[in-house]
């Protein structure tokens, strides 16, 4: 990834040649092994005019291979592919020996069985064209009062993952659902003109609807939905500058992808499935590196919506999985999506057609002031107080899939503890309904305008390597101690550990009423106490997947089910949903792997976190939503001896806080 800093000083007559750290397996894909691996698979035979690209990401080494790199050490890459034949629909998976120049693997994908490649931005442009032209479409459209050429030019007939869906018995087919919005003039937020009851199949490989379903036509709501200053009357006049200044720059440091802070350590990654990917994180304590994560990243998001309507009953989506995550990410800018002293990383991904294409500023690094960190008054000797306040490292990138904006942001603290976030924003989905006849599956925010009720359900990856590879995880829930001899005045409490063992057990529901959290422990790393050490993550549950069992959303984001997944870790378990949910039947990933009785204890883990919000919209959310907070913590439990933060120096101002 290429460093870049918002606002360069100039140069000299003679700068000094930029540092080129030495290649490293865990790199993000160059431009140039793009290239290498696109011309291996078309020397190969493997690609042609007709192939698309939709998937092109690192093959990672095994987090062994990862970790005995040494700087100066021979490095081989390898390209995992995801290719789609726009003749024919099929989709096929390769290996790319870049290094070497050679072509490791090739196999053509069971589409009924497997699933297919994501989506591609060029079916984007298929399904509008196809549905527009279709007589069915324009039949149902003319049944809504809606012939105009001009209106029907504006419409959108968004381009929508189809989930398990067969049509005429034929499974396999590469198949796409669409609904459609109105806009008045180009500019307009469709959002606000929904077209209720009303869905196009389209194959996209004969480029043909193949289906349209119409349950009757509904008022289209007429009122816009522009949240655009000049249509929001005057803008506010007393909000006073806010300036955010670091004279003397940040205080990490960034070598290559390596970025150092306030004693962590770890690099940075990037690729078009899941964004930003964070892999070696380790704690500088004294003298030693002390890992905590191999690797960190959302794996997966579904967007599951509640509605029992048959036009959309079906709408439920896997934003990384079905669309790349990774390519949908925004090219941000200082002062609107990222405020301070600010270092930007360009991102280079494949476009549809393979070649590469960088994305400036795709990830954005800073510090900011994080309230206070620690402090306490001794009332034993004159009140002297002593305190400090905190500051906390942000990694973050922002990624725009279809009505919706999301902001992720991994947070690193001086008390050793790591935070994730994800900011939900944008514009909520919608249908229409009769005006004032509401839904008891959403909310009418604007006349006739239903913004209904659904799920996010983020899964956040992290490969744990708590003092080391060989880890065990303990769920731990506070409960009262039983009445009796041992608890005469009733008041004891305690915590009970239950040691999650075997595969079969890895599926794990969060309890607030007990105040459940899991526990990341390294058996053959004690303590001063004499205790394992540990991190321990402390959930923010909602409710898992709401989705009846059996149902086809359910078997597709069987991940959702649980808050937590504890799985043995292999280098194919790269995703909860498994590699290809696009059309995939349900089943692959998590529930696939967290069967039988493979021990869990004293070995290599992947813990597969499930979060996020079950959205019941409010009319405050509209035309736009103020942004939706959720995420975790992961905080160190017995990892160190005692707080590792008493090293910060008091605050500047004559060495003590200001008094006035």
């Known amino acids: 990834m290429t460093s870049r800093h918002p606002a360069p000083a100039a140069a000299g007559p003679n700068p000094p040649a930029p540092h080129q750290p030495a290649p490293h397996p865990l790199d993000p894909l160059t431009a140039d092994e793009i290239t290498a691996a696109r011309r291996v698979l078309g020397e190969a035979g493997k690609a042609g005019a007709a192939t698309r690209f939709p998937l092109v990401v690192l093959d990672e080494p095994d987090r062994r291979t990862a970790a005995a790199h040494r700087a100066g050490d021979p490095v081989t890459r390898r390209v995992r592919v995801a290719l789609l034949d726009t003749g024919t629909g099929v989709s096929a998976e390769a290996v790319v020996d870049v290094t070497a120049g050679a072509l490791l693997s090739y196999r053509e994908l069971d589409a009924a069985a497997e699933g297919q490649a994501p989506v591609t931005v060029e079916e984007y442009g298929i399904v509008d064209e196809v549905v527009k032209a279709d007589p069915g479409w324009r039949k149902a459209m003319a049944e809504r009062g809606i012939t105009a050429p001009d209106a029907l030019a504006l419409a959108i007939c968004a381009p929508l993952s189809a989930g398990a869906l067969v049509v005429d018995g034929r499974p396999g087919r590469r198949l796409m659902r669409s609904l459609t919005w109105l806009r008045c003039t180009p500019e307009d937020s469709a959002w606000a ?63 290559g992808n390596l970025l150092s802070w306030q004693n962590w350590s770890f690099r940075i990654d990037f690729n078009a499935r899941e964004g930003l990917v964070l892999h070696r994180i380790a704690y500088r304590d004294g003298d030693r590196e002390r890992s905590v994560l191999h690797r960190a990243s959302l794996a997966e998001m579904a967007v599951a919506y509640g509605e029992a309507e048959e036009s959309r009953n079906w ?286 204890e004293n070995t290599e883990l992947t813990l597969w976190h499930t979060f996020g919000p079950t959205h019941l919209p409010r009319p405050e959310e509209w035309p736009v939503m103020p942004v939706d907070h959720s995420g975790f913590t992961l905080r160190p439990t017995g990892f160190f001896d005692r707080n590792p933060a008493l090293d910060l120096p008091r605050e500047s101002g004559g060495g003590r806080c200001h008094a006035d």
């Not at 060989?470 to 608890?487: K, L, M, R, S, Y």
């Open 193 to 255: 003109h929904p077209v209720g009851g009303l869905v196009a199949d389209v194959d996209v490989v004969e480029r043909r609807v193949v289906r349209i379903t119409d349950t009757g036509p509904v008022p289209v709501p007429a009122e816009c939905g522009r949240y655009d200053a000049e249509f929001n009357g005057p803008a506010r006049t007393d909000l006073r500058p806010l300036e955010i200044t670091q004279p003397e720059g940040p205080s990490f440091t960034l070598d």
């Open 315 to 600: 709408v439920a989506f896997l934003d990384a999985g079905e669309y790349a995550l990774g390519r949908s990410t925004n090219a941000l800018r200082l002062g609107c999506d990222c405020l301070g002293e600010i270092r930007y990383l360009d991102a280079v991904l494949a476009d549809d057609l393979g070649a590469p294409r960088t994305l400036p500023n795709a990830v954005c690094l800073h510090e900011e002031d994080a309230g206070l960190l620690w402090k306490h008054t001794d009332s034993f000797n004159g009140d002297a107080a002593e305190s400090r306040r905190a500051r906390r490292l942000v990694i973050s990138f922002i990624a725009t899939v279809g009505n919706y904006d999301y902001g992720f942001y991994w947070y690193f603290h001086q008390d050793g503890s790591i935070g994730f976030e994800a900011k939900s924003t944008g514009i909520v989905q919608t249908a229409a309904v009769e005006p004032g006849a509401g839904s008891p599956y959403g909310t009418e925010v604007a006349p006739g305008l239903l913004a209904p009720y659904h799920q996010h359900l983020f899964c956040v990856r992290l490969d744990a390597a708590v003092d080391g590879p060989a880890n065990t995880v303990e769920e731990i829930d506070v409960v009262p101690a039983p009445a009796g001899p041992g608890n005469p005045a009733g008041n004891a409490f305690t915590a009970r550990t239950t040691t999650i063992a075997a595969a079969g057990d890895g599926g794990r529901l969060a309890d607030p009423a007990l105040g459940r959290r899991w526990q990341i422990t390294n058996p053959g790393s004690l303590n001063r106490m004499g205790r394992p050490v540990a991190y321990t993550l402390v959930p923010q549950p909602g409710p898992v997947l709401l989705a009846r069992p059996g149902s086809d959303v359910a078997r597709r984001v069987a991940y959702g089910t649980k808050h937590l997944w504890v799985t043995r870790h292999r280098t194919d378990r790269r995703y909860p949903a498994g590699d290809y949910p696009n059309q995939h039947p349900g089943g692959a990933g998590l529930p696939a792997w967290a069967v039988g009785d493979e021990s869990l």
